[in-house]
Antibody
Framework: QVQLQESGPGLVKPSETLSLTCTVS????????WSWIRQSPGKGLDWIGY???????NYNPSLNSRVTISIDTSKNQFSLKVRSVTAADTAVYYC??????????WGQGTLVTVSS | DVVMTQSPLSLPVTLGQPASISCRSS???????????LNWFHQRPGQSPRRLIY???TRDSGVPDRFSGSGSGTDFTLRISRVEAEDVGVYYC?????????FGQGTKVEIK
């Protein structure tokens, strides 16, 4: 069965770039859409954006100018970068397979704290 | 963005009794292809969310048949026919019709 695992720094300084990678095991990234979602206490669940295995992307307009999602089919991974972070970007970040039908499965999530 | 409003936000339930969660959207969720992309998720404490139901009423593999989804347009409902202890946690509705896709604020189900 497909499993996903987020990895990356748990602490990022304000104004710097948050970088996370999602490694997919038990299946291929090819043929699917892959998404990043974050969950913060103050704002609930927010869809950051998604990428097709061909590389096409769609980003939430609220984050559009600061976000890049990329995919590496040879490594079976996809990645998230959020630039110029502030405390408001502190959240648990989830990667997952899927798009408008929802996410299934989800990664376990990784807490990223923005603080100096 | 489409606003998803769930009610109630907190739902104390008795084991073995039914439970119902309402989800309303600020716009119709009927997509151009005729499908309605309204999905339900369950998040247990300390865990990632898990999808239960998609396109209003299709249960995911392994989801017990005590869970059912219904509704149309802007009004949707998740029902649990007989609540079991493993059903505690937070339930979220999510719309996948209008980008950016959005979630409800969550309904916390706990045992009385």
């Amino acid at each position: 069965q497909v499993q996903l695992q987020e990895s990356g720094p748990g602490l990022v300084k304000p104004s710097e770039t948050l970088s996370l990678t999602c490694t997919v095991s038990g299946g291929s990234v090819s043929g699917y859409y892959w998404s990043w979602i974050r969950q913060s206490p103050g704002k609930g669940l927010d869809w950051i954006g998604y990428i097709h295995y061909t590389g096409s992307t769609n980003y939430n307009p609220s984050l559009n100018s600061r976000v890049t999602i990329s995919i590496d089919t040879s490594k079976n991974q996809f990645s998230l970068k959020v630039r110029s972070v502030t405390a408001a970007d502190t959240a648990v970040y989830y990667c997952g397979r899927g798009e408008r039908l929802g996410i299934d499965p989800w990664g376990q999530g990784t807490l990223v704290t923005v603080s100096s | 963005d489409v606003v998803m409003t769930q009610s109630p936000l907190s739902l104390p339930v008795t084991l073995g009794q039914p439970a119902s969660i309402s989800c309303r959207s600020s716009q119709s969720l009927v997509y151009s292809n005729g499908n309605t992309y309204l999905n339900w998720f369950h998040q247990r404490p300390g865990q990632s969310p898990r999808r239960l139901i998609y396109v209003i009423s299709t249960r995911d593999s392994g989801v017990p048949d005590r869970f059912s989804g219904s509704g149309s347009g802007t009004d949707f409902t998740l029902r649990i026919s007989r609540v079991e202890a493993e059903d505690v946690g937070v339930y979220y509705c999510m719309q996948g019709t209008h980008w950016p896709w959005t979630f409800g604020q969550g309904t916390k189900v706990e045992i009385k």
